[in-house]
């Protein structure tokens, strides 16, 4: 019956370092593993080299294979995030 307790505190231990860990993930994508849905708005950045970096909303369009800013420019992205909803 020990046994079966340590087990238990011990997947406990465990799925809670899980959780911590999940938590301090980071919310970018890398646009290599995964797109937006088509057209959706979400904050794009572009991590050219170690000294270009840049942050801006846009926008991936499935149909043309391209990401466009929010006045339509084709850009830069190698990774994005969801905009967060400031509701929750």
């Known amino acids: 019956m020990n046994q079966i307790c340590t087990n238990k505190e ?6 809670e370092a899980g959780v911590e860990w999940q938590a301090k993930q980071s919310p970018w ?3 290599k593993d995964k797109l937006p849905d088509d057209e959706d708005l979400v904050i794009t950045g572009c991590w050219c080299t170690d000294y270009f970096k840049y942050l801006q909303q846009g926008w991936y369009c499935r149909e043309c294979n391209e990401w466009h800013d929010t006045n339509g420019d084709e850009i830069c992205v190698t990774h994005w995030m969801p905009i967060p909803d400031l509701e929750e």
């Open 29 to 31: 994508i890398n646009a």
């Open 10 to 15: 011990q997947s406990h231990r465990l799925l």
